[in-house]
C-alpha cells in the first residue's frame, strides 16, 4: 500500500488550528450554554450569545478535522466517500 507523502503532510497541518479552533469554540461554547440553563432575563440573553459564538470555532475545527481525516484517508489510497 502506497503512502502520498504529502497528503499526509496536509492532513497533519490541518488538525494543529482544528484542535485550537475546537478548545476555543468549547471555552466558549460550554459556559454559555450553562448560563442558558441556569440564568434568568439578561443572563440568558448572555448565555445565548456566548453559545452562538462559541459554536462558530467549535464547527470551523470540526470541518477541519473532517478534512484532514478525509485527506489522510485520501493519502493512503481508501476509498473515503
Known amino acids: 500500500m502506497s503512502r502520498d507523502p504529502q497528503s499526509e503532510g496536509q492532513a497533519r497541518r490541518l488538525a494543529g488550528p482544528a484542535a485550537w ?4 469554540g468549547a471555552a466558549l461554547a460550554l459556559p454559555g450554554l450553562v448560563l442558558v440553563v441556569l440564568g434568568d432575563e439578561w443572563v440568558f440573553h448572555l448565555g445565548l450569545v456566548l453559545a452562538v459564538l462559541g459554536s462558530i470555532p467549535l464547527f470551523a475545527g470540526l470541518a477541519m478535522m473532517f ?10 489510497e481508501k476509498p473515503f466517500a
Open 21 to 24: 479552533l475546537l478548545a476555543i
Open 67 to 76: 478534512s484532514g481525516a478525509v485527506e489522510r484517508r485520501s493519502g493512503r
